[in-house]
Structure formats: structure tokens, C-alpha cells
């Protein structure tokens, strides 16, 4: 058995979960911040046997996609305050981290 960790962007989350509910995976969602814009995440924790993780992978895959944004960002100063300069970012995607598991029990 593994455990896929998947960080994926708010934005995706009901797509994703959707997803992996119609193919029958199990998931726990968590919201998370992080990343350079502090920005909201959703962290999901899929169970799965091991030669359901390349199928479950690529649900995930299909449904994050990235995409460019565009944010404020502080560049400087200048005589009246902040020098506020628009700054082009990539969000979305997914990072996914499978491990081992041990032991399973549902309880």
C-alpha cells in the first residue's frame, strides 16, 4: 500500500477531488498555505494499493493544470511610497509525494 501526498492550487481542488471520487480513490482534503505568494493550497491524502498509484497520478495530472497569473509585487520605493510593479507568475500544477505505508486499519 502507498500514501500519495498531492499540493495542489485551491483552484483545482473540486476538480481533482471530484475526479478521484468518480474513480473510486478515497481522499482526505486539507487546506494549506504556502509557496512564495503565501497563497491557499489544498493538500490531499490518497490510500492506495500499489498498482492503482500510476492510475491515480494520473487523475491528478489531468486535472492541474499550470497557468500564469499576474500579481502585484513591491519593487521599491519612490517619493510617494511603494513602487508597485505587476510580476508574472506560474500557479497550479501539482506536487505529489508517494511513500510507503506499513500499516493500514480503517477503524
Do not use: W
Request: glycine share 8%; charged share 25%; hydrophobic share 40%.
Amino acid at each position: 500500500m502507498k500514501m500519495i501526498t498531492a499540493i495542489i492550487n485551491k483552484e483545482d481542488t473540486r476538480s481533482v477531488c471530484s475526479a478521484l471520487v468518480k474513480g473510486s480513490f478515497s481522499v482526505t482534503r486539507l487546506s494549506t498555505t504556502g509557496g512564495f505568494l503565501m497563497a491557499g493550497n489544498t493538500t490531499l491524502l490518497i490510500g492506495v494499493e500499489d498498482e492503482k498509484v500510476e492510475a491515480c497520478i494520473e487523475v491528478i495530472r489531468k486535472c492541474c493544470h499550470q497557468r500564469t497569473e499576474v500579481v502585484p509585487s513591491v519593487a521599491g520605493y519612490n517619493e510617494y511610497g511603494p513602487d508597485v510593479e505587476p510580476v508574472e507568475i506560474t500557479v497550479g500544477g501539482a506536487t505529489v509525494f508517494v511513500t510507503n505505508v506499513e500499516r493500514f486499519e480503517k477503524l
